[in-house]
C-alpha cells in the first residue's frame, strides 16, 4: 500500500466525527481502504479480509501529510469497526456502482 495524498474533490466523505472525517480516495481501491483526516493531518487504513471475514485493519501515514495523533487514531479504528458492513457496501457502491456515498455525521461516542 503506497497511499497518496487525496485532494478534496476526489475524496467522497462517508463520516464526520467532530471534525475527524472518514473519506474514501478515488485513486486507491482495493484493499478496502478508507482514509481520516483532522484538520492538516491524515492516516489511511487497508481493511483486510479472507474468506468475506475481517481480519485486519492495518492504519498508516500518508506521505507527505502528517499522520493524525493517537487518540484520533482509536477513533479511527472505533468507527470502522463499529461501522464496517457500512463502509464495505458504501466502497462497493463507488467503485463498483460509480455512486457518491451519502455522508454522515456520528454523534454518539465510538471509545
Do not use: C
Request: proline residues 6%; aromatic residues 10%; neutral net charge.
Amino acid at each position: 500500500m503506497n497511499p497518496k495524498a487525496p485532494t478534496q474533490t476526489e475524496s467522497p466523505v462517508l463520516f464526520d466525527y467532530y471534525g475527524l472525517e472518514l473519506f474514501l480516495n478515488s485513486s486507491d481501491n482495493r484493499p478496502i481502504h478508507i482514509y481520516a483526516r483532522s484538520g492538516e493531518n491524515m492516516s489511511v487504513a487497508a481493511i483486510h479480509f479472507k474468506s468475506g471475514i475481517q481480519t485486519s485493519i492495518d492504519i498508516r501515514n500518508v506521505p507527505d501529510v502528517g499522520m493524525i495523533d493517537d487518540r484520533e487514531i482509536r477513533k479511527f479504528r472505533a468507527l470502522i469497526e463499529q461501522n464496517l458492513s457500512q463502509i464495505v457496501n458504501s466502497w462497493v457502491d463507488y467503485y463498483v456502482y460509480n455512486r457518491k456515498p451519502i455522508a454522515e455525521r456520528i454523534m454518539k461516542p465510538v471509545e
